[in-house]
T-cell receptor, first 116, second 113 residues
Framework: GAGVSQSPRYKVAKRGQDVALRCDPI?????LFWYQQALGQGPEFLTY????????KSGLPSDRFFAERPEGSVSTLKIQRTQQEDSAVYLC??????????????FGAGTRLSVL | GDSVTQMEGPVTLSEEAFLTINCTYTATGYPSLFWYVQYPGEGLQLLLKATKADDKGSNKGFEATYRKETTSFHLEKGSVQVSDSAVYFC????????????FGAGTTVTVRA
């Protein structure tokens, strides 16, 4: 398919484990975004890439969260030493360029992380 | 910072009823406003948008008008169908961080046949 693909769809981790969440954006999309969606809430911005450059990581909740996009395509969100409060759906989105008003952000189906 | 407040749900309607979901925002300058929809089992998708005051966004029978004076962007549809059952999110992108979307909490809408 041509959409944004995220894997795994579901991840269960024991508290203290490290996890890695993958995002395959739409081919040719320069911009890539990660959002965190807690149960019953709207998505909250985590970080933004333009190609391989991470231009904004202001939404990452702690230094246990790390995102990379080394070749400007696939991105990985890594969470170290997971805590129960990290349980959420992690959404990836991509767009042709940065400004949201002119460039539709296409979202993946998300990875649901449950930390026990 | 920028924020969005939308009507709490859930909302349950009968087919062909009128739907309105209220959304208000707080932002510096002139944000762009969006409605996203999430159908069961699917990812978020853009429903409509408006980028300046008095603009009206429309799609699939849904409409919303950017009202600067009331800082609102209410979503309306005149006659809903069962297929409109979904979670609806109001969102904005600010004048400064124009790549970043700030979302409301979402409103779950269920349409009964």
């Amino acid at each position: 398919g041509a959409g944004v693909s995220q894997s795994p769809r579901y991840k269960v981790a024991k508290r203290g484990q490290d996890v890695a969440l993958r995002c395959d954006p739409i081919s040719g999309h320069v911009s890539l975004f990660w959002y965190q969606q807690a149960l019953g809430q709207g998505p909250e911005f985590l970080t933004y890439f333009q190609n391989e450059a991470q231009l904004d990581k202001s939404g990452l909740p702690s230094d246990r969260f790390f995102a990379e996009r080394p070749e400007g395509s696939v991105s990985t969100l890594k969470i170290q030493r997971t805590q129960q409060e990290d349980s959420a759906v992690y959404l990836c989105a991509s767009s042709l360029a940065g400004p949201a008003a002119k460039n539709i952000q296409y979202f993946g189906a998300g990875t649901r992380l449950s930390v026990l | 910072g920028d924020s969005v407040t939308q009507m709490e749900g859930p909302v349950t309607l009968s087919e062909e009823a009128f739907l309105t979901i209220n959304c208000t925002y707080t932002a510096t300058g002139y944000p762009s406003l969006f409605w996203y929809v999430q159908y069961p089992g699917e990812g978020l998708q853009l429903l409509l948008k408006a980028t300046k005051a008095d603009d009206k966004g429309s799609n699939k029978g849904f409409e919303a008008t950017y009202r600067k004076e009331t800082t609102s962007f209410h979503l309306e549809k005149g006659s809903v169908q069962v297929s409109d059952s979904a979670v609806y999110f109001c969102a904005l992108s600010g004048a400064l961080d124009d790549y970043k979307l700030s979302f409301g909490a979402g409103t779950t809408v269920t349409v009964r046949a």
